[in-house]
């Protein structure tokens, strides 16, 4: 039993499942954001439990495989070391899994701060979208909407 699903799951198969996984969860955000659905399944750990096990599986396979964990540490050194690494697979379904990971988390601050702030949830479906494909800009949207509905401007908080 434990061997078919090891073999079911090989990296593309994974990559399908979190795609089409955190889907759901960014759904709920964007149209249902103020539901008991979004408080206790979207904005709370279990999406995360579900992405690290995920992680931890990659991890594994990476194990098995025998990958070379040490040269990881040299993307810093160069934009090539970096192309490098993402020419690996198992590496690539890591970073993806890391990049989700974020996003959803930031998508569901976003959704907690602007009802701290009572900001209309139409309005925040625009950066929550824009999280969900880029990130950091959909971030900077929503600080700039948020601007207006607090009234003032915090570089922390």
Do not use: C
């Not at 602007?114 to 999280?131: E, R």
């Amino acid at each position: 039993m434990i061997e078919q699903i090891y073999a079911y799951f090989t990296i593309e198969i994974l990559y399908f499942w979190v795609n089409l996984g955190v889907l759901p969860f960014w759904l709920i955000l964007i149209f249902f954001p103020q539901s008991n659905l979004s408080k206790y399944f979207v904005t709370s750990i279990f999406p995360f439990l579900l992405l690290s096990g995920a992680y931890v599986f990659v991890l594994y396979k990476s194990y098995i495989n025998l990958y070379d964990f040490d040269s990881n540490f040299e993307l810093y050194l160069s934009i090539s070391n970096l192309s490098n690494l993402f020419s690996n697979d198992l590496f690539l379904m890591l970073f993806w899994i890391h990049f989700i990971s974020i996003n959803l988390f930031v998508g569901g601050w976003i959704i907690k701060d602007s009802q701290k702030f009572m900001i209309n949830k139409i309005l925040v479906g625009i950066p929550l979208i824009i999280t969900y494909l880029i990130g950091p800009l959909g971030i900077f949207i929503y600080w700039l909407i948020r601007i207006f509905f607090a009234k003032s401007i915090s570089l922390y908080e």
